[in-house]
C-alpha cells in the first residue's frame, strides 16, 4: 500500500509503502517518469549492461545476432525484452552470459508451453521459424536469468 503525506512549510512530499521502502520527492523542479526508446539491433553481436535494463529491443538483423546479458551476480532486478523485427534466416541467440536461463515459452500455435526448469545456457529464436512479434522477455534475481516468451509458430523459440 502506498499512502502519501504532504509536510506544509516547503518540505518534501513523502510517499510511504508497508514495507521499509520510502521515496521521498523534492520541494522544486520537475519529476519526469521516462521510458526507454525502443533499441534496433542490426550488428552480429551485442552486450547488455544493468545500465541497458527495462530496455526493449527489436531484432533486426535476417543474418542473425548474438546479444550477451551481463552476469547475473551484478543484474538482480534488471529486465530486457527482445522482440523479433525481421524474421532470422539465421538464430537470433540470447545468451545467459554463461549463467542459466529458466523459463517457459507460449505459443498461440496451439495454446501450449514450453518450459526450461533445469535452465539452460540461453533463450534461441529459431532460424526460418521466429517471425515478425516473437518476443521474450528476461528478468534477473541475482542468481539466474528467468525468461517468459510468446511466439507465434510451435518451437520459433526455445530454450535449449
Known amino acids: 500500500m ?6 506544509p ?3 518534501p512530499v513523502e510517499f510511504v509503502t508497508t514495507g521499509p521502502t520510502k521515496l521521498t520527492l523534492p520541494t522544486t523542479g520537475v519529476i519526469a517518469s521516462t521510458t526507454p526508446t525502443p533499441t534496433s539491433i542490426t550488428a552480429a553481436t551485442a552486450t547488455l549492461t544493468a545500465a541497458d535494463s527495462g530496455g ?9 545476432i548474438t546479444v550477451t546479458l551481463p552476469a547475473v551476480a551484478t543484474s538482480a532486478g534488471v529486465t530486457y525484452e527482445f522482440i523479433v523485427g525481421t524474421a532470422p ?17 507460449v ?25 515478425r512479434g516473437d518476443r521474450v522477455e528476461l528478468r534477473c534475481d541475482g542468481t539466474n536469468w528467468y ?8 518451437t520459433s523459440i526455445v530454450i535449449p
Open 107 to 131: 505459443t498461440s500455435a496451439t495454446a501450449a508451453a514450453d518450459s526450461e526448469a533445469s535452465g539452460a545456457a540461453s533463450v534461441t529464436f529459431v532460424a526460418n521459424t521466429a517471425t
Open 147 to 154: 525468461a517468459y516468451a510468446m511466439c507465434a509458430v510451435a
Open 56 to 64: 526493449v529491443f527489436f531484432l533486426n538483423r535476417a543474418a542473425g
Open 89 to 105: 534466416t539465421t538464430a537470433y541467440v540470447i545468451s545467459g552470459g554463461g549463467t542459466t536461463v529458466r523459463g517457459v515459452v
Open 9 to 11: 512549510g516547503g518540505n
Open 2 to 7: 502506498l499512502s502519501a503525506q504532504f509536510i
